[in-house]
């Protein structure tokens, strides 16, 4: 059987692009999350708009080349 890798696509506030992360199989759609971001990995708040579980070979991004979710954490106050 193939190894499945738990994908989310995070949107970050004031950019319109999604970015597709690794992530550990409790973060879902719909969670507030901590992940790097940019060529620096700065600590970016982000919202997980989908998620799902791929193979290495239908994967999003290539597996290696892909960064992870640092943590789930609470909605921002607005």
Same mark, same amino acid.
């Given at each position: 059987?193939?190894?499945?890798?738990?994908?989310?696509?995070?949107?970050?506030?004031?950019?319109?692009?999604?970015?597709?992360?690794?992530?550990?199989?409790?973060?879902?759609?719909?969670?507030?999350?901590? /992940? =790097?971001?940019?060529p620096e990995? $700065?600590?970016?708040?982000?919202?997980? !708009?989908?998620?799902?579980?791929?193979?290495?070979?239908? /994967? =999003?991004?290539?597996?290696?080349? $892909?960064?992870?979710?640092?943590?789930? !954490?609470e909605?921002?106050?607005?």
């Amino acid at each position: 059987m193939d190894k499945r890798y738990h994908y989310c696509r995070v949107q970050f506030e004031a950019i319109q692009k999604r970015y597709v992360y690794l992530a550990a199989p409790e973060i879902q759609a719909g969670d507030w999350v901590l /992940a =790097p971001f940019g060529p620096e990995n $700065t600590v970016q708040l982000g919202f997980v !708009t989908d998620s799902g579980n791929f193979t290495a070979e239908n /994967a =999003p991004w290539p597996v290696e080349q $892909t960064k992870t979710i640092f943590c789930k !954490t609470e909605a921002p106050e607005r």
